[in-house]
């Protein structure tokens, strides 16, 4: 077992006099979060901890150390296209700086990230890994780089819905190198959905597929393109004499290059110059007769996608969330160091306070990046139950840890003053990249109509999540039952609202709101239900008062003229803020405490 380090041991140049506050580098990103390994505990057999665990340890250390640095460089030397080869050839090709290579070298092919759950034996591991097991290699390596997360997950997505959905031709074909974690073998996916016509409204998009013998010709534009080179692509198009909207949408393989390994005809007109994820490259795509092959049925294509993109919606939780702890351990690295008017920053009373909004919405993100992760897994293995469920949870968690990623990483920035806003410091690169994950796979205002409109008022989802949190009460004898009864209260007032937002077309202006409200009352439910069990297993309860903090300061009512920081408050931030365990008796009088 590693040993757990604390932040205060990343490096001693604090105490050198004269220099400011040292940030993560050389931290453990693994070693550095308890939380981590507790919930992994929990989600996950023992066999399989002990099994990945060396490996987290592994990629928590290159996350703090050589892939920062590798992320750094990416970031700054920014991928270039080129239209023409030195002798005037067309053939377009992208450059890359070597630490972005190197960054796919790690994430491809030393850790499989993406086919490890597609894939068996993916660093030793005789089957694929459960979406838990394969989430918490996510969540480490985006702490260093966010860019690159985009080409794993979509590679990912490309395995899977042609593992599922493509015939068998197909997948002898193109298969096994979407899950390659051998750099020569593999071929990395991308997903090219959005154009200029409509990017939510996909039922507006104008590429058009025309059958021509085993195969199909592709034609249009696809607006913004991740992965711009990818080898493999999955888009969807129009077959010629389609119905309109959605329904008349298919899903489409297109290969780079064509059998003979020539370019298939389709051109890259231009890189994007984005915000953030400067690393990858994003790109406008011209399709020009280009060759493709349908997967699963014609007039499905838009369902088929929709699995991926749920899948997606997910992985873009988590990768929020891995933002929001980078920007937590940087907080506290500069809280527990600085020193300003002869004291340290965590000591000091605001201080604190920004401290521990930084840590709740944090927190609140892991619980429910592992809750969606583990209803995946299950519905995976053909729980009906968990279906429902995922179908609530996947847009509350895209709706709501990706909003507050970017004024967990803003605040993290602001906690290192005027050299966070300097791009040699990590701050700048969190708030950038933040801000692509309430946009990417969906805005907030799509996402949130996704949760009430769709989940709770076409599929009746809410059932599922009400039924799951109730569960987790009941699973949670050891919480104080004062405190249980309180959240099955709010698990029904949260559930309530929602299903009144989805049953009146008047109402959709609430959706933001009520999709807000069940994933606060969730992540309390789910805080409790894990304080519960850590403390079972090592003698710690105080997630329990994450719980708390969550509807004090997430979802009670507030009157802006009452003081609200007293000394049950600062005895909670006291405990959070601090390395020591405690009890279930000691944090039970706080959870119920006036």
Known sequence: M???ASNDDVTSLADQPGLLAPDTSG????????????????????????????????????AGGHLDECARLADRHTPVLHQRDRFGRDAQWIEYHPAYRELERNAFGEFGIHAMSVRKGILGWPEPYPVVAKHAFTFLFNQ?????GCPINVTDGCAKLLSKFGDEALKAKYLDGLTQTDMGKLTQGGQFMTEKEGGSDVGKLTTTAVREGDHWRLSGEKWFCSNADAEVVMLLARPQGAVGGTRGVGLFLMPRRLEDGS?????????????????MASGEIKLEGAVGYAVGRLDRGFVQ?????????????????????????????????RVVFGQRIIDLPLARRQLMKIM???????????????ALDRAEAGSQDAAALLRILTPTLKFRATRDARKVCGDALEMRGGIGYIEEFATARLLRDAHLGSIWEGTGNIVALDA????????????????????????SANVPQAWRDRLRELTDRAIGFAREVAARADNEAEARRATSLLYHVASAVALAWEGGRIHAMRGDARRLLLSRMVIDHRVSAKDPFRLTENAVQRAIADHLLGDRAAGIAEVGELLVAA
């Open 360 to 374: 709740l919405a944090t927190e609140q993100a892991l619980s429910m990046s592992f809750l969606t992760a583990d």
């Open 2 to 4: 590693h040993q757990r």
């Open 144 to 148: 260093a780089e966010f860019g690159l």
């Open 27 to 62: 931290m453990n990103f693994y070693r550095a979060d308890a939380a981590l390994t507790d919930l992994l505990r929990i989600h996950l057999p023992d066999v399989l901890f002990r099994h990945i665990e060396p490996h987290l340890d592994r990629l928590g250390a290159l």
């Open 452 to 475: 009430l409109k769709r989940a709770v008022g076409r599929h009746g989802a809410d059932a599922a999540l009400a039924a799951d949190l109730h569960a987790r009460l009941d699973d």
């Open 305 to 337: 996608m929709a699995e991926m993109v749920n899948s997606s919606r997910l992985s873009n939780g988590v990768k929020s969330t891995a933002l929001m702890r980078r920007a937590h351990h940087d907080a506290m690295t500069v809280a527990q160091n």
């Open 263 to 279: 370019p298939n005809h389709y051109r890259i007109v231009r890189l994007k110059d984005k915000l953030g994820t400067r690393s």
